[in-house]
Nanobody
Framework: QVQLVESGGGLVQAGGSLRLSCAAS????????MGWYRQAPGKQRELVAR???????NYVTSVKGRFTISRDNAKNTVYLQMNSLKPEDSAVYYC??????????????WGQGTQVTVSS
């Protein structure tokens, strides 16, 4: 079994910062790509940022220059540093990991979600 545990959400004023963390635990060989998604009320879940095991990153256009994704492979943890937050960044943020459990088994796992609310 693999678990992703998120932390770091909360309420912040526009222009402020938050740092999200997501730690993976359980039985697996290694983790491939890790990422952060978000879902606002009435909207579809969207990719915010992702990072490969080698450190290659991708961001949705709306957060480029404000958010930074990073990871600590030794700790199986991914981070999302969010600066210059805007009210439209408010959403439930979900961690995602592509977990390689064996030579023939790779599965997607999700965290429970953490609420980020940005007040204007």
């Amino acid at each position: 079994q693999v678990q992703l545990v998120e932390s770091g959400g909360g309420l912040v004023q526009a222009g402020g910062s938050l740092r999200l963390s997501c730690a993976a635990s359980g039985s697996f060989l290694r983790i491939s790509t890790m990422g952060w998604y978000r879902q606002a009320p009435g909207k579809q879940r969207e990719l915010v940022a992702r990072i490969t095991s080698g450190g290659t990153t991708n961001y949705v256009t709306s957060v480029k220059g404000r958010f930074t994704i990073s990871r600590d492979n030794a700790k199986n943890t991914v981070y999302l540093q969010m600066n210059s937050l805007k009210p439209e960044d408010s959403a439930v943020y979900y961690c995602n990991a592509q977990v390689i459990r064996s030579i023939t088994s790779t599965n997607d796992y999700w965290g429970q979600g953490t609420q980020v609310t940005v007040s204007s």
